[in-house]
């Protein structure tokens, strides 16, 4: 019997070649993998004017000859991903974008698999005007290869000039710091902290017998747990900037329990997730935070409660503006990293059971005037200031403050990311600064 191409080979080649033809008509670089790929067709690379930059793209192209997809109608159609093909690329280390081929019209339109995605979040819907794969998907697609999270990135240029904000705000640390020794286990001692009659602190760090903290501990419950004989005050310096980095770690460890103890009455800490997130006021209940923005005074739900859209009034779920927090020293100069996020619970106090899916979606919301205005927001609670300063971040922290925080740097990038980038649509002004920021 003689050997045959299937016609379902021969246009999956047709497709991959289409394909290929596209991505050079845009500027881009695009080289096909092997017959191994297993989900992967090949990985395009962004240009710029001819320079290559080396943000690589995953690309995964699907074809058919001719007939409508699911849902078709003049604006746009769904696309149905397999559970197999999503287990294959979420573990990629590359944003993955699917390309979608159909030969009896010539048409492409692509869409990014979104990372993280659940099963129920298999389908894919495509507009037809915002996502065809032509000369205008070019700041989009180069804007998957952008981090949206880490420590003091920034979105590279891809339009004109603007001012962008670092997510990261230096640390002003007090003159002098408390060690000493203690025959307890950090453990040991919060156990008999919460048993003591005195109000309980947490503000403090024990390591192989050794005590540190900002605070004076003979000064505060903290006296039962040390040996308040051999308590002294050094200067912060000899620890804050210590060479070895398991001495690092053990710093930044009591900084973020100092900040826990700093914003107690305002955050929540989150064990499992390890992020802070505003404390609910109330079961069920909104909670508002108002600040001075960078053009005028706002306020944002920090605190939001969802009702299910069949059952007006049932609560579906409450979603609290958060943020996961990092210390790292550069240089001499100790910042936290700001990366706001959000933490959801059933009522206001309850873990949601499933936040992913919720997450997700709502991250998708975010545009970068929504981050630059949360991490204006963090700011401003994290110095006790709601604003009135002469400039966006003259403010001061509050004169009680261990951490002091100042203005987080700013970025004179060349040319402007358009919002599109961000692949979210447009919020009415009155809402973009009440969604929360981070850089831009």
């Not at 995953?58 to 003049?74: F, H, I, L, N, P």
């Not at 710091?177 to 760090?205: H, I």
């Not at 004076?216 to 050094?234: F, G, K, L, M």
């Not at 955050?267 to 404390?279: A, E, G, Q, V």
Request: proline share 6%.
């Amino acid at each position: 019997m003689s050997k045959r191409i299937t016609p379902s080979q021969l246009l999956g080649e047709i497709g991959e070649a289409a394909a290929r033809l596209r991505f050079l008509s845009m500027g881009f670089q695009f080289d096909g993998r092997s017959r191994l790929e297993a989900g992967i067709d090949g990985i395009a690379e962004v240009m710029l004017e001819g320079r290559p930059l080396a943000k690589m793209i995953a690309v995964q192209v699907k074809a058919r000859e001719r007939g409508d997809y699911a849902s078709e109608t003049a604006t746009g159609f769904s696309y149905l991903l397999k559970s197999s093909d999503l287990d294959y690329w979420r573990g990629s280390n590359l944003p993955v974008a699917l390309v979608v081929y159909r030969q009896s019209d010539e048409s492409f339109y692509w869409q990014e698999i979104p990372r993280g995605v659940l099963d129920e979040d298999r389908r894919l819907v495509f507009d037809k005007t915002r996502d065809v794969l032509d000369r205008t998907a070019v700041d989009r697609l180069a804007a998957l290869t952008v981090p949206k999270n880490g420590l003091g990135y920034y979105v590279p240029p891809l339009g004109d000039g603007e001012e962008a904000l670092v997510n990261l705000l230096p640390i002003t640390l007090p003159d002098e710091m408390y060690v000493g020794t203690t025959p307890y286990n950090g453990s040991k001692a919060a156990k008999l902290l919460l048993e003591g009659e005195d109000p309980p602190r947490f503000d403090w760090v024990i390591r192989g017998g050794e005590f540190w903290s900002f605070h004076d501990p003979r000064t505060s419950a903290c006296r039962h747990i040390v040996d308040r004989d051999q308590v002294e005050a050094i200067d912060t310096a000899t620890l804050a900037l210590h060479e070895d980095t398991t001495e690092q770690h053990h710093f930044a460890f009591l900084l973020r329990d100092t900040l826990r103890h700093q914003t107690r009455d305002d955050l929540s800490w989150s064990k499992d997730r390890k992020l802070f997130y505003f404390r609910a006021l109330n079961e069920n209940e909104t909670r508002a935070f108002a600040y001075e923005s960078a053009r005028k005074k706002t306020s944002s739900d920090v605190v939001n409660v969802a009702y299910n859209k069949k059952e007006p009034d049932k609560v579906s779920f409450v979603r609290h503006h958060a943020f996961m927090p990092r210390f790292e020293r550069l240089g001499d100069q100790w910042c936290l990293a700001i990366n706001p996020t959000y933490y959801f619970t059933t009522n206001g106090f309850t873990p949601h059971s499933y936040p992913a899916a919720l997450l997700s979606g709502k991250k998708r919301l975010d545009n970068s005037g929504s981050l630059r205005g949360q991490l204006i927001m963090w700011h401003r609670l994290l110095t006790k200031e709601r604003g009135g300063g002469l400039g966006l971040f003259d403010a001061p922290s509050a004169p009680d403050a261990i951490l002091k925080f100042g203005e987080p740097p700013k970025v004179q990038l060349p040319r402007r990311v358009p919002e599109d980038a961000w692949g979210s649509p447009k919020a009415k002004p009155e809402e973009d600064e009440q969604r929360g920021g981070l850089l831009l």
